[in-house]
């Protein structure tokens, strides 16, 4: 790469750094923690990037301040969250609005879905379009499809039929548990198989719907 190349990169992954701890504070100001906390944590590791890249010791010296900062708020912040789960307060609500995209599934359950989680449970009483199964017939052969499709990967599915279920939720043996109003069914039908969407869901429009995260202390029964 040329000089000229290197510099222009350096400059776009310091651009990067700096509009995400942007962001990140922007989240922290609004009560948003746990997104805040991701921005945080990318935003501190692009900059480092930039530490490391970077010639000028001037620039070296007013990053590494800013990264100290960041790096200690990001640690009060996950100690707050911690603090909440334990106390069973821990809420955080996420608003889709009409037409809205960028909200795959694998975009709002990623950051629950690590090396801990090791089962999870659906209910949902309303899956029943053609995207997610048509038909109790074709409903059947196609969890039985995608059962076996997991299986090749050691993921077990166990799928169970009730005429008594009305929650909607999704539950994971970590603790977390997310409503979503609409359930499973918030994305829109694509109009075709070609058009953009049909295969990505971040880029499918949805439902308006609204999307609570909670962990399960805060829901207990006592």
Known sequence: MSRAGGDAAAAALERAGVETVRRAV???LA?????????????IDLLLQVVKATKDEVKKQHYRQKISEYMTRAEDIKKHIEKEKQDGKY????KIDENA??????????????????????????I??????????????????????LKNHGVTLNVSFSSSIHDREIRFNSGWMIKIGRGLDYFKKPQGRFSIGYCDFDLRPCHKTTVDVFHTKHTKKT
């Not at 995209?101 to 309303?126: A, H, M, R």
């Not at 379009?129 to 969890?143: E, F």
């Open 26 to 28: 922007e989240l922290d």
């Open 31 to 43: 009560s948003r923690f746990q997104e805040s906390l991701m921005c945080y944590q990318e935003g």
């Open 91 to 94: 809420h955080k609500q996420i």
């Open 101 to 126: 995209t960028g909200f795959s599934y694998e975009k709002l359950f990623q950051e629950y879905l690590n090396e801990i989680v090791t089962e999870v449970w659906v209910e949902d009483p309303y």
């Open 128 to 149: 029943r379009h053609v995207h997610q199964g048509s038909g109790k017939i074709q409903q059947i052969s196609s969890l039985e499809e995608i059962k076996q499709s």
